[in-house]
């Protein structure tokens, strides 16, 4: 299956507004989160464009619908349901 690559705006739309979003991070040991201040979200965005993507049925399942690859690993993101809904229609149509 090919993966849905998305765009920064995409991205910045699939967090909405809240102040700190919830991510988390598998560390090999199991997976850890925490929240990150929505800015400093949108700064990697801006460097990281290249490796955004809608993530697995997992991750969605948790509400983390949006995945970064980072110089650490993969980032899963806390996005809008609504919002996510409305993107993957489009990138399926």
Same mark, same amino acid.
């Given at each position: 299956?090919?993966?849905?690559?998305?765009?920064?705006?995409?991205?910045?739309? #699939?967090?909405?507004?809240?102040?700190?979003?919830?991510?988390?991070?598998?560390?090999?040991?199991?997976?850890?989160?925490?929240?990150?201040?929505?800015?400093? !979200?949108?700064?990697?965005?801006?460097?990281?464009?290249?490796?955004?993507? #809608?993530?697995?049925?997992?991750?969605?399942?948790? +509400?983390?619908? !949006?995945?970064?690859?980072?110089?650490?690993?993969? !980032?899963?993101?806390?996005?809008?349901?609504?919002? #996510?809904?409305?993107?993957?229609?489009?990138? +399926?149509?």
């Amino acid at each position: 299956m090919e993966k849905d690559k998305i765009t920064k705006d995409q991205a910045i739309v #699939l967090i909405g507004n809240k102040e700190y979003i919830h991510t988390l991070r598998d560390s090999g040991f199991g997976s850890w989160g925490a929240d990150i201040n929505r800015e400093d !979200l949108i700064d990697n965005f801006n460097k990281y464009e290249d490796s955004l993507e #809608l993530s697995g049925k997992t991750a969605r399942g948790m +509400n983390h619908g !949006l995945v970064m690859k980072d110089s650490i690993g993969y !980032l899963f993101i806390e996005t809008d349901e609504e919002a #996510l809904c409305e993107i993957e229609e489009r990138l +399926n149509s």
